[in-house]
């Protein structure tokens, strides 16, 4: 009898709750942080911005489902975990300022059908990522997360007075500990939980340093279903359609990177179908999402370097935790408990993980051959180009509209710096790569 691979395994429900939970905590402070972000800076009322978080969990559980059960030619049914883009952040408040809330939503139901409509186009791309490319761009996903990971470590607000005290960086430190140690010293199904287990013996440390908050629990509302087009009903212009789908290609890059990684990890063969369903998957959410009082969606890259980490690959423990968020949505204050976990917390497994996802990058550049080739010029350059954003972010200030969009994108930027360099720099080797792929297929 032939045993299922890793990514289609159904775990026991005890395990599947208790690895979703730990995807769940883990994309927690990113996935709410886009509802939080847009809400202050278009000037909505705390209850707004509450609805808006509500409906954010609540349409990211669906997307996720929908990536990782699939249903005909939508999801790639593989591990992962889908939340609001960071990349159509900017664009929506630009939309949103100029143009209205209402324009935002209509816009991004547009952007996700036209994402629907490009997903063939866009997944026959497949043949230009050969192993370096795949191994500069996952590299780039490891390191330019380590800016969050940063700031989640200082204690989530840079702005803030008590941010990178020494009280935080030590709760950090004593999370890194403990997940490391249950990490090496246990096997099994207590070893693959390390997260976790740090998650939760760093909140426990918090609360007994009086480091964390638990009043929003008892603030928050048992129940409460977000009702769709709960800020009026859409509204379509040109410019902002234009302004969300050039946002949506962007995060298509980053979905093949994504995809790309996870398929690496869990050994599952990343193909032109799987990025195509992939690609619906996002548009699809991304169109509930609009209609949903929430916005664009895409893998988040976070929960990549705890798959690494946990090497639990089954796509229903990432169902799972699509799950939970549905829940949570429906019941604030389940979400408010999780919002609890201090970010100090999250920043010290941030640094296991982020940094696991790195290291899956260097695996796969080692299996590239380097002598007698032009590899290292395009992982050098790709890489460098690739980080830009991210270690100096002022850099393209000067830039504005859809060119600083792309510019800010260190994934996108790695992305077409390592698709063209190997293409000038390895000319031959590409074009036989692209014979063998054809025959692949």
């Given at each position: 009898m032939s045993h299922p691979h890793p990514v289609d395994q159904l775990l026991p429900v005890r395990q599947l709750f208790t690895y979703g939970l730990q995807h769940v905590l883990v994309l927690y402070a990113g996935a709410v942080a886009v509802p939080l972000i847009l809400g202050s800076a278009l000037g909505l009322t705390s209850a707004q911005i509450v609805l808006l978080i509500n409906a954010n969990l609540l349409t990211s559980g669906i997307a996720t489902l929908i990536q990782t059960l699939g249903f005909w030619r939508f999801g790639a049914r593989l591990p992962l975990v889908q939340a609001c883009s960071f990349i159509a952040l900017a664009p929506m408040v630009m939309i949103g300022k100029a143009y209205g809330l209402q324009e935002v939503f209509g816009a991004v139901i547009a952007a996700g059908a036209i994402t629907i409509a490009l997903a063939p186009v866009f997944s026959r791309l497949l043949r230009f990522f050969p192993p370096v490319v795949?191994?500069?761009?996952?590299?780039?996903?490891?390191?330019?997360?380590?800016?969050?990971?940063?700031?989640?470590?200082?204690?989530?607000?840079?702005?803030?007075?008590?941010?990178?005290?020494?009280?935080?960086?030590?709760?950090?430190?004593?999370?890194?500990?403990?997940?490391?140690?249950?990490?090496?010293?246990?096997?099994?199904?207590?070893?693959?939980?390390s997260v976790l287990i740090g998650l939760f013996a760093g909140s426990l440390i918090a609360a007994a340093c009086g480091m964390t908050d638990f009043s929003r629990v008892g603030e928050a509302d048992w129940f409460e279903l977000s009702a769709p087009m709960a800020f009026g009903t859409p509204q379509f212009s040109l410019t902002p359609i234009l302004i969300m789908t050039l946002a949506m290609l962007v995060i298509m890059a980053e979905t093949t990177g994504n995809c790309l990684a996870i398929g690496k990890l869990t050994g599952r063969a990343i193909t032109q179908r799987t990025l195509g369903d992939a690609f619906r998957a996002d548009g699809l959410s991304t169109m509930i999402g609009g209609l949903f009082n929430s916005f664009p969606y895409n893998a988040f890259t976070q929960n990549t370097g705890l798959i690494a980490l946990s090497n639990i690959k089954s796509r229903f423990v990432v169902a799972a935790a699509g799950g939970l968020m549905i829940l949570m949505g429906l019941f604030p204050k389940l979400g408010a408990l999780i919002a609890a976990v201090p970010t100090p917390v999250l920043g010290g497994c941030a640094i296991v993980m982020f940094g696991m996802t790195t290291v899956a990058g260097i695996q796969e550049l080692s299996r590239v051959r380097f002598e007698g080739t032009r590899n290292a010029l395009v992982v050098a350059v790709s890489v460098s180009v690739g980080v830009l954003p991210m270690s100096f972010p002022a850099l393209f200030e000067h830039f504005h509209g859809a060119l600083r969009l792309v510019l800010e994108s260190g994934i996108f930027l790695g992305a077409v710096s390592a698709i063209v360099l190997n293409l000038l720099l390895n000319r031959e080797e590409t074009a036989s790569q692209g014979d063998t792929a054809e025959l692949a297929d």
């Open positions: 795949i191994g500069s761009l996952i590299t780039i996903i490891g390191i330019s997360l380590m800016p969050a990971a940063a700031i989640w470590l200082g204690g989530g607000n840079p702005g803030a007075e008590d941010f990178g005290k020494p009280a935080n960086l030590l709760l950090g430190l004593a999370t890194v500990a403990i997940t490391l140690v249950v990490h090496a010293r246990f096997s099994g199904f207590v070893g693959n939980l």
